[in-house]
């Protein structure tokens, strides 16, 4: 089998070839008639991100041109698994090409062999209060890991350009396995486990697996399926509001953990990955104010209210889909697939997905009559994975960290590519709304 490194290396010759050729023989073809509407709409549909890994479109991601749907098909999954293996997409987002079974076993067991935390960064974990948030903690922990970034080594050293994707990769790589570490660590100063637990990795099993087991949930079957599934749908959504801070953080050179970092900080918006805690809020305080059986009337009520009160209904909507997610399907079939279990202590539910899911098919009606401007009423995965996630043990104010962390793992491959192409640094021409006027 080939190791990460040689099969990446495999596919550099022809698009470093390709992207050569775009930016010389190609180099001033008109793509896209840009309009005042782009300019003032936050660029919308404009093509103007290079994206190497995937493109999204109005129905969907397609990651090297293919569907989830079809990779589900392509893809080896970890042995026992149900679910995509993140490790086999990742390995598909880095290469373009689909891992065979060992190559899969062998990526997974070099994860597992950079699995570590240097004792300052633990030390300094354990030292934050926890009147902050686990999703600043993680934050904060990404932003002193970058001392020990190879990337930012190497360009302080003086490193070749055409050399540097090796040690994004280094990077990437070292975070990806990491990251289980600084999760499971926060998790256990946050619920119970206690601080500096001395987590022990099987390094004949996988990240989501070696996750659970740092968290004390290594024989709970159904939240590993959970994490998987959760970082194979969040891996990769193109440039969006996460992925586009990690990306212009990185073309300045930013090292990838401080990369990383900013992009959970962009994550906090209520109109991005905040959508997901803001969606299973919603359904919290629907419950509270319905009880877990409305009637459809009453839901329908409820929600125009806030729709005529002018509210957000996290979860609806998209810049891009125009039509329901289709990471969505996933996250209903795991519901089938998985029985939810009882709450704890046999207390009253205080969420309901069969509440949300009734929900899907009676908002997007509503948003059409009343508010007619909106291009896409349909559901996104957030106004599902949230509560799906609680509902499976996934504390409220740690969903977040299992999407930043899927968000991440993704994005760093196509940030390797962003070195092997030498793509330049993020730098727009911005204007103002009267020099805007004065072009028309
Ligand atoms: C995402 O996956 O980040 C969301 O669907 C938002 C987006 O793609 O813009």
């Not at 959970?264 to 059986?293: C, F, P």
């Not at 009676?362 to 106004?383: C, E, M, Q, S, Y």
Request: some cysteine.
């Amino acid at each position: 089998p080939q190791t990460l490194v040689e099969a990446v290396a495999a596919r550099i010759p022809a698009r470093r070839r390709l992207a050569a050729k775009l930016s010389t023989l190609h180099a001033k073809r008109v793509v896209h008639q840009m309009t005042v509407e782009n300019v003032m709409g936050g660029m919308r549909g404009m093509p103007s991100i290079m994206w190497e890994i995937s493109e999204t479109h109005p129905t969907g991601v397609r990651y090297h041109g293919k569907t989830l749907d079809e990779l589900e098909a392509a893809l080896p999954k970890w042995p026992g698994s149900a679910q995509i293996s993140p490790e086999s997409l990742l390995w598909y987002l880095y290469t373009a090409s689909i891992p065979s079974r060992a190559e899969l076993m062998h990526f997974t067991a070099d994860l597992m062999r950079r699995c570590q935390l240097p004792k300052e960064i633990e030390d300094f974990m354990d030292s934050l209060p926890t009147t902050l948030l686990p999703l600043t903690h993680m934050q904060m922990a990404y932003s002193a890991l970058s001392k020990y970034s190879k990337l930012a080594a190497a360009v302080d050293n003086g490193a070749p350009k055409a050399n540097l994707w090796t040690f994004a990769l280094e990077d990437a790589l070292d975070i990806t396995s990491r990251s289980i570490l600084v999760i499971s660590r926060i998790h256990n100063k946050f619920y119970g486990q206690g601080n500096g637990r001395k987590p022990r990795i099987d390094m004949s099993a996988d990240l989501a697996k070696n996750l659970a087991i740092c968290m004390g949930r290594g024989d709970d079957f159904t939240f590993i399926e959970l994490t998987r599934l959760a970082w194979v749908l969040h891996q990769d959504h193109g440039a969006n509001v996460s992925a586009h801070t990690m990306r212009l953080v990185s073309s300045a050179l930013g090292d990838p953990y401080s990369a990383i970092s900013a992009g959970i900080t962009a994550g906090t918006g209520a109109l991005h990955a905040m959508a997901i805690e803001n969606s299973l809020n919603y359904n919290k305080k629907m419950v509270a104010s319905l009880g877990l059986h409305p009637s459809s009337a009453e839901i329908e009520t409820y929600i125009l209210n806030d729709i005529k009160a002018g509210a957000v209904l996290p979860g609806y909507g998209h810049a891009v889909l125009r039509v329901a997610d289709p990471r969505l399907a996933w996250v209903r079939r795991f519901i089938k697939q998985y029985p939810v279990p009882p709450p704890v202590d046999g207390k009253t539910p205080t969420t309901s997905l069969d509440l949300i899911q009734r929900m899907h098919n009676i908002v997007p009606d509503l948003i059409r009559t009343h508010l007619p401007k909106v291009k896409n009423p349909a559901p996104n995965v957030d106004a599902l994975s949230g509560s799906t996630m609680l509902a499976y043990g996934v504390e409220a104010d740690f969903i977040l960290l299992f999407m930043a962390n899927g968000r991440g793992m993704g994005f760093l491959s196509q940030s390797v590519w962003d070195k092997v192409l030498a793509l330049p640094i993020e730098r727009p021409q911005s204007i103002t709304m009267d020099k805007l006027l004065a072009k028309l």
